[in-house]
């Protein structure tokens, strides 16, 4: 309304005082005035009337601030509120478009950071598992390394037993063949009955 209020200033007030000088000039003349031209055109059918045609120029001036003020000036300055209120919205939607598309970015170059950070991961663990794998069958392979020496000692020490006890049984088994040959009577055939007996009863532990 500002550039209404403006245009009402003294060029309006200078066209509604020339408006009306014309329109009372104008009805004036038509009143007043009958030029030869103007009958003859009468005459001739064509109706013209000078002071009416300046009377209405001068309405006209007169009415066109009026319609400037009331009409054309809000008009104008609705189309002028709306154009920046568009201006605005299409500013903000362009803003807001700038807005999303930096938040896809974010959001891909974040979603691409996880998947690195989850790929890295996993192949952690899997270096981890495989590690333990490989110490755990190092541990496994020493341990069964340790226990077939134990069971090697074991059973060497087991056989070291035998052949001692086996030793000792011998010596008492020929103990006893000698004290009874010695207690024998000298006899071919009872030595050789003895002997045979010795040597069944060597035999016998086998």
Request: aromatic residues 6%; without cysteine.
């Amino acid at each position: 309304m500002s550039n209404a209020k403006q245009s009402s200033g003294p060029p309006a007030i200078v066209g509604i005082i020339v408006g009306a000088v014309l329109m009372f000039g104008g009805f004036w003349f038509s009143k007043n005035v009958k030029l030869e031209f103007i009958k003859t055109l009468e005459a001739q059918g064509i109706p013209l009337d000078p002071g009416k045609t300046i009377s209405i120029i001068g309405v006209l001036l007169i009415l066109f601030p009026v319609i400037k003020f009331f009409f054309i000036a809000p008009l104008a300055e609705a189309i002028q509120n709306r154009t920046t209120e568009l201006e605005r919205t299409f500013g903000e939607a362009e803003n807001l478009r700038a807005e999303m598309t930096q938040m896809k970015q974010d959001y891909e170059r974040r979603l691409v950071q996880t998947e690195a950070d989850a790929r890295e991961q996993i192949q952690g663990q899997i270096k981890e598992a495989q590690s333990l794998r490989q110490q755990m069958m190092a541990e496994a392979g020493v341990k069964a390394e340790e226990l077939k020496a134990s069971a090697a000692r074991e059973i060497e020490a087991q056989k070291q037993q035998a052949i001692a006890e086996l030793r000792h049984y011998v010596v008492e088994l020929a103990l006893q063949a000698t004290e009874k040959l010695v207690e024998a009577n000298v006899d071919e055939e009872r030595n050789r009955k003895l002997v045979a007996d010795f040597l069944e009863t060597v035999e016998a532990p086998r």
